[in-house]
């Protein structure tokens, strides 16, 4: 059965950060905006305090096939449903670094993104003022230049005091780590309880997620969200020059064609490149072939260690207390390999999960392991490297031969980290240990490399045949077709990159607004 | 895992298998679902394995046998572990999905937070359905 409802001004694929924050700014300018999300409904009260149940809310749709020698973990970094992956993220939000932009111009490897810095900040400073970032500008002594966070820095429990012994010793420098999480209520929204369950989604709105902020705004402003729809295919014109809507399978089966003046593919970094590439014989906005290309994702360079202190290691936020960057200006001066990283440190963890300090011995078992929790417990001290992963053309996203419920072809994501990516993970890990010894622990072992992230796929850039858009995420071949989200990073930096999709969605939206006529 | 068998390991699992939307860990870690293959591919193996090498079935090891071959089974798949058949996962994936799987259930509950004195702090509490029919 199909269906032909009304056209809309604009649809948007995809309900998370960068999706909500679309639909909130171009439906307060009074566009009439649908998003269609492929997942369920989210509401808070079902974002359940549990490592168990917070598995919900990853990827669950039809199967990405990885492939690679380090694969991209789509299912832990990965939303499905009302907010996406932003629903679970951990609100860690440093900004890029201006050489970030210009790896190409500065290093002669790598790209450069079609924008500097500066081009940025300006959305960096309104959306922190918007989402209330709690940090502390004057500490955070690597921080490009730009507002002052609008909340004081988030409290440092007895984890973070005494690993920082350990950066203090060797000479290095900690900030506050800055997180899209409330120090004290702001905007209507509480102040969190540094309870570390930001994994299974935050209910209290203390944590800067679309459920807590800029869904309910669009809604507000009549924008409509669909559940449970599954967009299979953009349409085009018959010249192929301008988008005209896209198809979707309702949950029931039914086909659903929704024609708008404007697509916005905000599916992140996985399912965007798969709909270009599903739409259209070798592609939709296509003509570099860089459409599923420069897939990158953050290696995580963990470090554990246990300390004979009570460390509180319950206490705080998932993503961490502190920060430090001293290993992340100056990517060729690193001791190994080449890139940026960044320590988030001390992080609340709780007993069980991926992340949980109970899995990141695997070699224990039986009694000691037993004993290993009960120790664990109470004085487990970890932190989190955030290393740079270069972009290699190679690493991409294609279709497979299998097919979903709707005859679409699968995703299958192929990565393997650049060599000097992986070089830099590992002197990441021997720094890490560096620290914690001089930290005091009495133990200290790391996890292996852990993908972080998913960015680029659908890479911005000045020309059209080395790029799929532009600065705004607008395809170069089809102009009332835009992309938004981290999947238009050309290089990733060490940093997370939630802060850096929504300065660019606000960017975009700017751009959209200013030049609707042109564009539709 | 001490504990495990007590908190419902088995029954954690044959619920998550049942049900419509499965929680299990195994879901993190590019396995295609439906997940029951997995597991019963990796049990007839690890059967087979373990009664290659002591001729017993793994009820029937002592404490000392079943450390030795747990370890052995860490790193590469035991003399047998082939032979179970071709779908059976990698021992040492197994091991880990496996012992994941004990942790969710023997610390994962507001309960088991408690015996190791973390303060749970839930904004919404949890209801874990397989708790209710653990041994």
């Given at each position: 059965?199909?269906?032909?409802?009304?056209?809309?001004?604009?649809?948007?694929?995809?309900s998370?950060?960068?999706?909500?924050?679309?639909?909130?700014?171009?439906?307060?300018?009074?566009?009439?905006?649908?998003?269609?999300?492929?997942?369920?409904?989210?509401?808070?009260?079902?974002?359940?305090?549990?490592?168990?149940?917070a598995?919900?809310?990853?990827w669950?749709?039809?199967?990405?096939?990885?492939?690679?020698?380090?694969?991209?973990?789509?299912?832990?970094?990965?939303?499905?449903?009302?907010?996406?992956?932003?629903?679970?993220?951990?609100g860690?939000?440093?900004?890029?670094?201006?050489?970030?932009?210009?790896?190409?111009?500065?290093?002669?490897?790598?790209?450069?993104?079609?924008?500097?810095?500066?081009d940025?900040?300006?959305?960096?400073?309104?959306?922190?003022?918007?989402?209330?970032?709690?940090?502390?500008?004057?500490?955070?002594?690597?921080?490009?230049?730009?507002?002052?966070?609008?909340?004081?820095?988030?409290p440092?429990?007895?984890?973070?005091?005494?690993?920082?012994?350990g950066?203090?010793?060797?000479?290095?420098?900690?900030?506050p780590?800055p997180?899209?999480?409330?120090?004290?209520?702001?905007?209507?929204?509480?102040?969190?309880?540094?309870?570390?369950?930001?994994?299974?989604?935050?209910?209290?709105?203390?944590?800067?997620?679309?459920?807590a902020?800029?869904?309910?705004?669009?809604?507000?402003?009549?924008?409509?969200?669909?559940?449970n729809?599954?967009?299979?295919?953009?349409?085009?014109?018959d010249?192929?020059?301008?988008?005209?809507?896209?198809?979707?399978?309702?949950?029931?089966?039914?086909?659903?064609?929704?024609?708008?003046?404007?697509?916005?593919?905000?599916?992140?970094?996985?399912?965007?490149?798969?709909?270009?590439?599903?739409?259209?014989?070798?592609?939709?906005?296509?003509r570099?072939?860089?459409?599923?290309?420069?897939?990158?994702?953050?290696?995580?360079?963990?470090?554990y260690?246990?300390?004979?202190?009570?460390m509180?290691?319950?206490?705080?936020a998932?993503?961490?207390?502190?920060?430090?960057?001293?290993?992340?200006?100056?990517?060729?001066?690193?001791?190994?390999?080449?890139?940026s990283y960044?320590?988030?440190?001390?992080?609340a963890?709780?007993?069980?999960?991926?992340?949980?300090?109970g899995?990141?011995?695997?070699?224990?078992?039986?009694?000691?392991?037993?004993?290993?929790m009960?120790?664990?417990?109470?004085?487990?001290?970890?932190?989190?490297?955030?290393?740079?992963?270069?972009?290699?053309?190679e690493?991409?996203?294609?279709?497979?031969?299998?097919?979903?419920k709707?005859?679409?072809?699968l995703?299958?994501?192929?990565?393997?980290?650049?060599?000097?990516?992986?070089a830099?993970?590992?002197?990441?890990k021997?720094?890490?240990?560096?620290?914690f010894?001089a930290?005091?622990?009495?133990?200290i072992?790391?996890g292996?490399?852990?993908?972080?992230?998913?960015m680029?796929?659908?890479?911005?850039?000045?020309?059209?045949?080395?790029s799929?858009?532009?600065s705004?995420?607008?395809?170069?071949?089809?102009?009332?077709?835009?992309?938004?989200g981290?999947?238009?990073f050309?290089?990733c930096?060490?940093?997370?990159?939630?802060?850096?999709?929504h300065a660019?969605?606000?960017?975009?939206?700017?751009?959209?607004?200013?030049?609707?006529?042109?564009?539709t | 895992?001490?504990?495990?068998?007590?908190?419902g390991?088995?029954?954690?699992?044959?619920?998550?298998?049942?049900?419509?939307?499965?929680?299990?860990?195994?879901?993190?870690?590019?396995?295609?679902?439906?997940?029951?293959?997995?597991?019963?591919?990796?049990?007839t193996?690890f059967?087979?394995?373990?009664?290659k090498?002591y001729?017993?079935?793994?009820?029937?090891?002592?404490?000392?046998?079943?450390?030795?071959?747990?370890?052995?089974?860490?790193?590469?798949?035991?003399?047998?572990?082939?032979?179970?058949?071709e779908?059976?996962?990698?021992?040492?994936?197994?091991?880990?999905?496996?012992?994941?799987?004990?942790?969710?259930v023997?610390?994962?509950?507001?309960?088991?937070?408690d015996?190791?004195?973390?303060?749970?702090?839930?904004?919404?509490?949890?209801?874990?359905?397989?708790?209710?029919?653990?041994?």
């Amino acid at each position: 059965m199909n269906k032909y409802p009304e056209r809309t001004d604009v649809v948007i694929v995809g309900s998370g950060a960068a999706g909500s924050l679309m639909a909130v700014k171009l439906s307060k300018s009074g566009k009439k905006v649908i998003i269609l999300e492929a997942g369920p409904i989210r509401k808070p009260g079902d974002l359940i305090s549990s490592q168990i149940h917070a598995r919900r809310l990853k990827w669950s749709g039809e199967p990405v096939e990885e492939t690679g020698a380090q694969p991209i973990g789509n299912v832990f970094n990965s939303g499905y449903g009302t907010g996406g992956s932003a629903l679970h993220h951990y609100g860690v939000w440093p900004r890029l670094h201006a050489e970030d932009f210009k790896v190409k111009s500065l290093y002669g490897r790598a790209l450069d993104w079609p924008i500097t810095y500066d081009d940025l900040r300006p959305s960096y400073d309104q959306i922190q003022q918007e989402v209330g970032i709690s940090g502390d500008k004057a500490r955070e002594i690597w921080r490009p230049d730009g507002a002052d966070y609008p909340l004081p820095p988030v409290p440092v429990f007895q984890q973070g005091e005494i690993i920082a012994g350990g950066f203090k010793k060797l000479g290095k420098s900690i900030s506050p780590l800055p997180l899209a999480l409330n120090s004290r209520d702001y905007k209507d929204r509480p102040a969190c309880l540094w309870d570390g369950w930001c994994d299974a989604g935050c209910p209290t709105g203390a944590l800067a997620n679309p459920l807590a902020l800029y869904l309910p705004q669009t809604e507000k402003q009549g924008g409509k969200i669909i559940h449970n729809a599954t967009v299979s295919r953009i349409l085009t014109d018959d010249g192929g020059k301008k988008a005209i809507g896209v198809i979707y399978h309702a949950d029931d089966g039914t086909e659903i064609t929704q024609m708008a003046h404007m697509v916005i593919l905000a599916a992140f970094a996985v399912q965007t490149p798969r709909l270009l590439l599903n739409s259209a014989d070798g592609g939709l906005a296509n003509r570099s072939g860089l459409v599923g290309a420069n897939i990158m994702s953050h290696a995580a360079a963990t470090v554990y260690g246990l300390f004979n202190e009570e460390m509180e290691p319950y206490m705080g936020a998932t993503g961490g207390q502190l920060l430090n960057q001293d290993s992340y200006d100056h990517k060729d001066k690193r001791t190994k390999g080449f890139g940026s990283y960044q320590w988030m440190i001390a992080q609340a963890v709780k007993p069980n999960d991926l992340l949980g300090f109970g899995g990141t011995n695997p070699a224990l078992f039986g009694p000691k392991l037993t004993e290993f929790m009960q120790q664990a417990a109470q004085h487990f001290g970890g932190m989190t490297g955030c290393v740079e992963d270069l972009p290699v053309q190679e690493n991409r996203i294609t279709l497979s031969s299998d097919k979903d419920k709707y005859g679409i072809p699968l995703p299958t994501a192929d990565h393997a980290s650049h060599k000097d990516s992986y070089a830099l993970w590992q002197a990441a890990k021997e720094e890490g240990t560096e620290i914690f010894k001089a930290a005091g622990a009495t133990h200290i072992w790391n996890g292996p490399l852990g993908p972080m992230h998913i960015m680029g796929g659908t890479i911005m850039g000045d020309k059209a045949e080395k790029s799929v858009t532009n600065s705004y995420g607008q395809c170069h071949d089809i102009d009332n077709l835009f992309i938004a989200g981290p999947g238009l990073f050309p290089t990733c930096g060490g940093v997370n990159p939630t802060f850096t999709v929504h300065a660019l969605t606000l960017r975009s939206s700017k751009y959209i607004l200013k030049n609707w006529p042109a564009i539709t | 895992m001490p504990g495990a068998r007590a908190a419902g390991l088995s029954h954690y699992i044959d619920h998550q298998l049942s049900s419509r939307d499965n929680l299990l860990i195994l879901r993190y870690l590019r396995v295609k679902p439906p997940f029951d293959g997995f597991y019963s591919s990796a049990l007839t193996a690890f059967e087979q394995a373990v009664r290659k090498r002591y001729n017993k079935n793994p009820g029937e090891l002592a404490q000392g046998e079943m450390s030795e071959f747990i370890t052995s089974i860490m790193q590469k798949n035991p003399e047998g572990w082939a032979k179970s058949g071709e779908d059976a996962p990698p021992a040492p994936f197994f091991y880990f999905v496996l012992r994941s799987d004990a942790i969710d259930v023997t610390y994962g509950t507001m309960a088991a937070f408690d015996s190791l004195d973390i303060p749970y702090m839930a904004h919404i509490e949890p209801d874990h359905a397989w708790e209710s029919r653990r041994e």
